[in-house]
């Protein structure tokens, strides 16, 4: 598949750009909302888009000031472009899929596949079949009941979720799944967040941000650590902006030198248009990959060394000071510098400006929760911060930024494979039935299950799970022995072609569309990065007239497969979100009186114990110091340490163009991102195209994926960096994080290769598919999949 895999013929390099924003990227929101909605759709939605009586936004989770602060033009480049992706007046038809057998979709790159538009009709693959073809609703919801039915066990059925699913859909769906029997629920915030979710629920009691809006406005110090906020939410540049304004000092601690934490240039004042911008970073930290463990351990040295303590926080609220102090002070600076690649210099330049600060905020992003180490890393984040007393005061907090809309409220609803007992309790009062108790499987294990043949249905609410996963060539493969595959999607993606025996693609409202259901408009609601709850109304008429609601339809197959079992009112649900929302309000703690107090304007504001009166919910009912010891990770002479990113043209497997403007890369995405001096000991030049090949110690799998041009850029010696999803066949599924088993998505050890012209060109991953992969292992001959190689041990 892939026909671009190797020509990306228009693939141009400029240099990477020293800011972000500003005129152009005003200039690309209007092309790319004009040339796929018109200007009258672009109009409606925009004006709309982030407001209190209009739409949330479907991209990031980055909160919306207070209704009163609000722009009229209350969004970025990319909310536009997201925007414009769901409201194109493209559509993907039962004549496309009659016109493509699946095996010719599955020829085309992501790129291709979203630019068919949005999916008109419900579509079904029967067994056998090489084709999509129409479905009625009522079969398709018979289908996965009799599936589901025919189970030995609901543990044999996989109910994926991505986070942009609407906290009624989102309840509604565990319900349904709870009720069926199971708590296999796996989500993308497996792949995401989830580290943090761990680190903090240890930490201070609860996994989210311990900040509001208000406090980054007035922080003294914001540290930025493994977040590229200019692509990812860029609005939080306005946010930084007016922080900077106010005097706050920014640090950066990053690899790349990112041009939205470099100059930011805001297009709604005129100072942005006209002028030099706002400079963003005042200390940047190229930090090496994987290297902020031993950076915030020695942050915590020094502040110990130097007395700089909040003792009345530390004494009052924490525990473990004493261990953690005194493993921080023997902390040893050659392995700090070895990990980090900084000098003591900078990272003492970077603790003094901790130290001047009365308050600090912490972000971060996936730079810090992809690696092996990703839970102990923010751990140490939180120990820095209880340090400084930085937690539950104005001005500073811990800020995990998170990355799908609506991933946090989804988790607040209870999508999670490992359901907190209080939660389930509430489930059983609510309900009456007794809701399961046993854990079930996240991603990484959903993907073991599914391949391992103990898994034979999966249902996705939304999201790209075949692309969007590590070892993309296992994960496909997986999905394919399954019985039954279920996408509730807008538009085509891998997903729909790595099916199931029989697969069925139930085409969904987005948020940009106005949701009729029972005579009466509906609304639904969203929770976005610091615990803000709010209500979200679609502005345009429905891409196709058969299109249902994420939450109509989860409550369609729900009623299929249960009737009416526990007496749950799923008819009443679906053509009334009230009724959800009342359930809501007696089952989610902080959300009584919900339906009321999400449509005010602006919503409500979750409770956060810690943000709100320093009381922690951990074991011991204190904010937790945690000691860990550092382990560097080497990589092997002649290897790199690969971190696979986000362009600024692509949402996650989404890929709105390919450019990649701030990091000057143009017309092509197969692309790795070099320093000159390792281009040049490995015996490469700027420009070459090479495969990359990934090896991980405890399975003896090649990985490769062919065909990238190597870039030089300024990435510290030793690192390199290329997209995901491109590089996704690369992340091994067996390497995650140590405590939540996200993949390594930053850290995988590769070597490049000149690429081998003589073979016949595939795209993607599917120079990954093996003959066979059973047992992982292809045969004998297949010219590129798996193959058996003796392993050099390379991780300490
Ligand atoms: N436009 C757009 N917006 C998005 C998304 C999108 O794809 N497109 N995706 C959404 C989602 S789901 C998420 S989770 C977020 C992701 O938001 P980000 O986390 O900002 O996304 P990444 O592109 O993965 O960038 C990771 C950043 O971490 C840095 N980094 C990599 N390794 C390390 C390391 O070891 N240490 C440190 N300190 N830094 C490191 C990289 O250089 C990069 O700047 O964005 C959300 N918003
Ligand atoms: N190598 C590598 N892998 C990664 C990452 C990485 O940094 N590196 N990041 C990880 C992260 S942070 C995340 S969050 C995951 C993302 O994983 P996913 O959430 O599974 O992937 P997405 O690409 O966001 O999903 C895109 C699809 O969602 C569907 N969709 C869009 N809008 C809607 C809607 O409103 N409703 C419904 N039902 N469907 C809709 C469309 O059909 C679209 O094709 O990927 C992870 N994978
Ligand atoms: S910052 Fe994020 S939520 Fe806000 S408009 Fe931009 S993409 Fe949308
Ligand atoms: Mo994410």
């Known amino acids: 598949m892939g026909k671009d895999s190797i020509d990306e013929a228009d693939l141009r390099v400029h240099g990477p750009e020293d800011h972000a924003a500003g005129v152009t990227a005003v200039a690309v929101s209007m092309k790319r909302a004009v040339g796929h909605m018109g200007v009258k759709n672009t109009a409606k939605t925009l004006l709309k888009l982030n407001q209190a009586d209009g739409f949330d936004c479907m991209s990031c989770a980055w909160p919306d000031p207070d209704p009163e602060n609000r722009h009229a033009a209350e969004f970025c480049e990319n909310g536009a472009k997201a925007v414009a992706e769901e409201a194109t007046k493209d559509r993907a038809t039962p004549e496309l899929f009659a016109r493509y057998s699946i095996a010719e979709l599955d020829a085309h790159d992501e790129y291709w596949l979203g630019q068919q538009g949005r999916i008109t009709h419900p579509m079904v693959k029967r067994p056998g079949g090489t084709h999509y073809e129409p479905i009625q609703w009522d079969e398709a919801n018979a289908i996965i009941a009799e599936h589901l039915t025919a189970l030995d066990s609901p543990d044999e059925a996989i109910f994926y979720t991505s986070g942009r699913a609407s906290n009624e859909a989102a309840f509604a769906y565990q319900l349904f799944v709870r009720a069926l029997g199971t708590n296999n629920m796996p989500d993308c915030s497996n792949m995401c967040h989830e580290s943090t979710s761990i680190a903090l629920a240890e930490s201070i009691g609860i996994g989210k941000a311990s900040v509001s809006m208000n406090d980054v406005y007035q922080a003294d110090v914001i540290l930025i650590a493994g977040q590229n906020p200019g692509t990812n939410h860029p609005r939080m540049l306005s946010a930084l902006e007016i ?14 030198r990112e041009a939205g934490l470099h100059n930011f240039r805001n297009p709604q004042v005129p100072r942005g248009i006209v002028g030099k911008g706002t400079d963003i970073a005042d200390l940047h930290l190229p930090i090496k990959i994987n290297g902020d463990l031993a950076f915030f351990q020695a942050v915590g040295s020094l502040l110990v060394e130097w007395d700089a303590l909040d003792h009345d926080f530390i004494d009052r609220h924490t525990t473990g000071f004493e261990q953690w102090a005194e493993h921080v002070r023997s902390v040893d600076w050659a392995t700090v510098e070895h990990a980090t690649g900084l000098s003591r210099e900078l990272i003492t330049q970077a603790a003094e400006m901790i130290r001047a600060s009365s308050k600090t905020i912490y972000c971060w992003a996936m730079g810090l929760t992809q690696h092996r180490n990703a839970v102990a890393t923010i751990k140490e984040v939180c120990n820095v911060a209880f340090a400084r007393g930085d937690i539950g005061k104005p001005g500073a907090g811990l800020f995990p930024v998170r990355g799908h809309s609506n991933v946090q409220g989804d988790r607040t609803m209870g999508i999670w494979e490992r359901p907190p007992q209080a939660f389930l309790d509430s489930l059983q009062t609510e309900f009456g039935f007794d809701p399961p108790r046993e854990h079930g499987l996240d991603t990484v294990d959903s993907i073991r299950a599914m391949r391992d043949g103990k898994a034979h249905v999966f249902i996705g609410l939304g999201g790209n799970f075949v692309h969007a996963s590590p070892d993309t060539a296992v994960t496909a493969e997986a999905m394919t022995k399954t019985r039954l595959t279920v996408q509730i999607s807008t538009k085509l993606n891998r997903s729909h072609l790595r099916c199931g025996e029989t697969a069925l693609i139930l085409p969904t409202l987005g948020r940009t569309e106005k949701d009729i259901r029972g005579g009466k408009e509906q609304f639904i609601s969203v929770e976005d990065s610091v615990c803000a709850v709010h209500a979200s109304r679609g502005v345009l008429d429905p891409a196709s007239p058969h299109l249902r609601s994420e939450t109509a339809i989860v409550c369609g197959f729900a009623e299929a497969t249960l009737g009416d079992r526990y007496g749950i009112r799923w008819a009443a649900m679906r053509d009334d979100y009230d009724v959800i929302r009342d359930h809501i309000s007696r089952v989610v703690v902080g959300c009584e009186e919900y339906t009321a107090k999400v449509d005010r304007p602006g919503g409500f504001v979750l409770p956060h114990p810690p943000r709100d009166t320093r009381t922690f919910q951990t074991e011991s009912g204190l904010a937790e110091f945690v000691a860990s010891p550092i382990n560097v990770l080497e990589v092997p002479e002649g290897h790199l340490l690969l971190q696979t990113l986000r362009s600024h043209d692509q949402y996650n497997t989404t890929i709105y163009g390919k450019s990649d403007r701030y990091r000057g890369i143009e017309g092509g995405r197969r692309v790795v991102f070099v320093h000159p001096d390792d281009i040049a000991h490995l015996g490469f030049s700027d420009g070459d195209l090479v495969d990359l090949t990934a090896r991980w110690d405890d399975d003896d799998i090649v990985r490769m994926a062919p065909d990238f041009r190597i870039v030089s850029y ?57 003959d066979d992969t059973d047992d992982g292992q292809d045969a004998e001959g297949s010219d590129e999949g798996h193959k058996k190689h003796p392993q050099p041990a390379h991780l300490s």
């Open 714 to 770: 300024d990435t510290p010696r030793g690192t390199a960096a290329a997209y995901y999803p491109e590089t996704n066949p690369l992340v091994p599924l067996d390497s995650t994080a140590e405590g939540s088993n996200t993949p390594t998505s930053k850290a995988v050890i590769i070597s490049m290769a000149a690429a081998d012209t003589s073979r016949t060109r595939h795209g993607s991953y599917d120079t990954q598919q093996p």
């Open 243 to 256: 922080a900077k304004r106010r005097g706050a000092k920014i640090i950066a601690v990053n690899p790349l």
